[in-house]
């Protein structure tokens, strides 16, 4: 199916520049090798797996199969997902596989516990991963632990970043070291303070999603109502984060996963920020094989494949009232399903 991304608003500011945004031309395939974890996040997006058949792994023959299909259709970016894939099995040598095939780009999505083991970090980066993308949420030890029911989960988290940024500044990780912070009623209004902690570990790359109402955070209604909070309510807050970074933090900073009219004012009259700002005006073309999806889903050999940005328009997301005469409603995916059910539509407008 042929690709139908975000229209980039025209990058140019009020002076006729564009600004230096680096963007990434690589296809990109997500695998997503299984869903067991070794964290139980509230909010977490696979939902309440349960017996067996959610803690099944993919196995490396299909890994790898599925890495040359994707190399002939043109991707040359991969990323390993779960569930949690530092804890399977056969992480590294599909590494290594994806390397030998001609992947230029190897990134492993993780929540990080793994990574307070220096070795384990050392064996990732030998067989080829050039990125990491750590999920961490908050600063604060009690509210990680709160979000992930790990205890002592910002402790390794952090001891992780530590190792993985040496590794970095060994000149070993090309495509950087990001930590990725899901945006939740229990963090929105600290995300400056964030910043601060994370960018004086070394971090300089850091993207932040709202919420997304599924899995738990939509099954379980109580966990929904006490987690998501409004647009509204977050806007004033990256607003503080845009101002923070333009003048001091300088690092490389996204917000994903919210419609274009949630966003504070400020982006939104100045499209150069818009593009700077907005993380899905930057994200890889994306194709998705996700094991042990559900079995009205998946194909014959257990994996779901479809493309990212066609799902969310499609299935994920929905356009709402104000979306009919918006001036952005070619560029803006919309408004996450589950959103509407709990909040409604009274907070959006046409742009």
Same mark, same amino acid.
């Given at each position: 199916?042929?690709?139908?991304?975000?229209?980039?608003?025209?990058?140019?500011?009020? =002076?006729?520049?564009?600004?230096?945004?680096? &963007?990434?031309?690589?296809?990109?395939?997500?695998?997503?090798?299984?869903?067991?974890?070794?964290?139980?996040?509230? =909010?977490?997006?696979?939902?309440?797996?349960?017996?067996?058949?959610?803690?099944?792994?993919?196995?490396?023959?299909?890994?790898?199969?599925?890495?040359?299909?994707?190399?002939?259709?043109?991707?040359?970016?991969?990323?390993?997902?779960?569930?949690?894939?530092?804890?399977?099995?056969?992480?590294?040598?599909?590494?290594?596989?994806?390397?030998?095939?001609?992947?230029?780009?190897?990134?492993?999505?993780?929540?990080?516990?793994?990574?307070?083991?220096?070795? =384990?970090?050392?064996?990732?980066? *030998?067989?080829?991963?050039?990125?990491?993308?750590?999920?961490?949420?908050?600063?604060?030890?009690?509210?990680?632990?709160?979000?992930?029911?790990?205890?002592?989960?910002?402790?390794?988290?952090?001891?992780?970043?530590?190792?993985?940024?040496?590794?970095?500044?060994?000149?070993?990780?090309?495509?950087?070291?990001?930590?990725?912070?899901?945006?939740?009623?229990?963090?929105?209004?600290?995300?400056?303070?964030?910043?601060?902690?994370?960018?004086?570990?070394?971090? *300089?790359?850091?993207?932040?999603?709202?919420?997304?109402?599924?899995?738990?955070?939509?099954?379980?209604?109580?966990?929904?109502?006490?987690?998501?909070?409004?647009?509204?309510?977050?806007?004033?807050?990256?607003?503080?984060?845009?101002?923070?970074?333009?003048?001091?933090?300088?690092?490389?900073?996204? &917000?994903?996963?919210?419609?274009?009219?949630?966003?504070?004012?400020?982006?939104?009259?100045?499209?150069?920020?818009?593009?700077?700002?907005?993380?899905?005006?930057?994200?890889?073309?994306?194709?998705?094989?996700?094991?042990?999806?559900?079995?009205?889903?998946?194909?014959?050999?257990?994996?779901?494949?479809?493309?990212?940005? *066609?799902?969310?328009?499609?299935?994920?997301?929905?356009?709402?009232?104000?979306?009919?005469?918006?001036?952005?409603?070619?560029?803006?995916? %919309?408004?996450?399903? %589950?959103?509407?059910?709990?909040?409604?539509?009274?907070?959006?407008?046409?742009?």
């Amino acid at each position: 199916m042929e690709r139908r991304l975000p229209v980039v608003p025209d990058g140019r500011d009020e =002076f006729g520049h564009v600004p230096e945004v680096a &963007f990434d031309a690589r296809r990109n395939l997500e695998l997503n090798v299984g869903m067991a974890c070794n964290n139980a996040c509230v =909010f977490c997006v696979s939902g309440l797996p349960e017996g067996k058949e959610s803690r099944r792994w993919l196995p490396l023959e299909k890994a790898v199969r599925e890495l040359d299909v994707a190399f002939e259709r043109g991707c040359r970016s991969v990323g390993f997902l779960g569930g949690e894939p530092t804890i399977w099995p056969e992480l590294l040598p599909a590494v290594r596989h994806a390397r030998a095939r001609g992947y230029t780009r190897v990134a492993v999505c993780s929540n990080g516990m793994r990574y307070d083991d220096a070795a =384990f970090v050392r064996a990732l980066v *030998d067989a080829g991963v050039t990125r990491f993308a750590v999920s961490v949420h908050s600063h604060r030890a009690e509210i990680e632990h709160e979000l992930t029911k790990v205890p002592d989960a910002l402790e390794r988290k952090v001891a992780g970043l530590r190792h993985l940024l040496a590794e970095r500044a060994a000149g070993r990780l090309p495509d950087n070291v990001s930590i990725n912070p899901v945006l939740n009623r229990r963090t929105y209004a600290e995300v400056v303070e964030f910043i601060t902690f994370f960018v004086a570990l070394g971090v *300089d790359d850091i993207r932040f999603n709202f919420i997304r109402p599924e899995g738990k955070a939509e099954i379980e209604h109580d966990i929904a109502r006490a987690i998501i909070p409004t647009f509204t309510q977050v806007a004033p807050y990256i607003r503080r984060a845009v101002a923070a970074n333009e003048r001091r933090f300088k690092i490389h900073l996204t &917000f994903g996963e919210m419609p274009l009219c949630g966003l504070p004012e400020e982006l939104l009259r100045r499209p150069a920020l818009l593009r700077k700002y907005v993380g899905e005006f930057q994200d890889l073309t994306t194709d998705v094989a996700l094991f042990a999806a559900p079995r009205r889903e998946q194909g014959q050999d257990g994996l779901d494949r479809f493309n990212w940005q *066609d799902r969310k328009r499609g299935q994920l997301k929905q356009p709402v009232q104000a979306c009919t005469t918006c001036r952005f409603g070619g560029t803006c995916f %919309g408004v996450a399903r %589950g959103y509407v059910a709990l909040h409604g539509e009274q907070e959006f407008r046409p742009l």
